[in-house]
């Protein structure tokens, strides 16, 4: 599929996202130069994330509505006040796609309802993301399905039934380009709750495109999946984590990011095909490898014996394979120390 005129796909690079989230801290400024640091860092889109509080939840203290996790980041937050700190202003989105438009990346976003997905057409969004906690919302998968753009889905916790339902569901409602993203929906996830070989796995059974929505450190989880197949690479990201706000802790800094997109390329460039025998690149070690070599001076109708011929190095004679063959044959003329042993050499 294509963003743009960007392919995605095992044909070209991975398409690498930088997440702001919430990591604008509520500053204008700070989200534009949050562009400005991922078009830096080589990241091929910004996204952002379309809803406000009200949106999302509703205040009331009530289950559910506190994070009582103790382990989480947010433990003894209400929902509704971390999501109306966390959210992206609804007029910071022109500035922002202008930023992103001027500094050549994408930039799109993921809706949370049906009000998210009207706005964001009409500043020409150019792909959609849902996110995890959405990926069975099925109304809003059509919703999105029905604009006709790309669609990028993350399915954290999702079983294999329900982001079944949510493929075809995209796909009756008119969407066809669609990338399935791996994700552990914990904030930060571990490498060890990753399970990555997922990834081949999800490519067969859904007939899409697979990615990685990554909430790890670090770019070592991205690696390898990509070289387990995923054309996509998602990362929240910062100006800096020392900086603080709802999502620093799980976010890469811009060098961070400027690391994934080099060493995520470089995955895709080493997987190549599958190939055995020596490549164009390779032609010139060949003579690195050993070969049999005469290490004294002869004459003619001297015969060969392990005193006089080795298997060396440059690899410019026969194979050393050859070795046991031509002890006890003789050389037809004079040979100097230091020539490689060839079949005319001998009789």
Request: hydrophobic content about 40%; charged content about 20%.
């Amino acid at each position: 599929m294509k963003i743009g005129t960007r392919e995605i796909g095992p044909n070209t690079r991975p398409y690498v996202i930088a997440e702001m989230s919430g990591n604008h801290n509520q500053s204008l400024d700070r989200a534009l130069a949050i562009v400005d640091a991922a078009a830096d860092a080589g990241a091929d889109a910004i996204k952002l994330q379309t809803y406000t509080a009200d949106t999302m939840t509703i205040k009331v203290d009530a289950p559910g509505f506190v994070v009582d996790d103790p382990k989480s980041l947010w433990a003894g937050r209400h929902l509704y006040d971390l999501y109306e700190e966390a959210h992206t202003p609804w007029a910071w989105h022109g500035p922002i796609f202008e930023r992103a438009k001027a500094r050549g990346i994408h930039c799109f976003s993921t809706p949370f309802d049906d009000t998210a997905v009207d706005f964001l057409e009409s500043l020409g969004a150019p792909a959609y993301k849902i996110a995890s906690f959405e990926c069975t919302d099925l109304p809003l998968i059509r919703k999105v399905a029905a604009t006709g753009k790309p669609m990028i889905v993350s399915t954290g916790m999702a079983t294999v039934a329900e982001i079944d339902e949510t493929v075809r569901t995209a796909k009756v409602a008119g969407c066809n380009d669609i990338v399935l993203l791996k994700c552990t929906s914990t904030y930060p996830a571990t490498p060890e709750n990753t399970n990555l070989r997922t990834i081949p796995v999800m490519r067969e059974a859904f007939g899409c495109d697979i990615g990685l929505s990554d909430h790890t450190m670090g770019c070592g989880v991205a690696v390898a999946a990509v070289a387990l197949g995923a054309c996509v690479v998602e990362k929240h990201f910062t100006l800096a984590r020392a900086d603080g706000g709802v999502d620093s802790a799980f976010s890469l800094e811009p060098a961070e990011m400027k690391l994934l997109r080099l060493e995520t390329e470089r995955a895709w460039q080493a997987m190549g095909g599958v190939r055995f025998g020596g490549s164009k690149a390779e032609a010139q070690s060949m003579q690195h490898r050993r070969s049999l070599y005469i290490v004294k001076d002869l004459q003619p109708g001297d015969v060969l014996s392990r005193d006089n011929v080795r298997a060396i190095r440059p690899g410019l004679g026969l194979p050393p394979k050859h070795l046991d063959l031509v002890l006890g044959l003789q050389v037809q003329c004079a040979t100097k120390r230091g020539t490689p042993v060839d079949w005319a050499l001998l009789r």
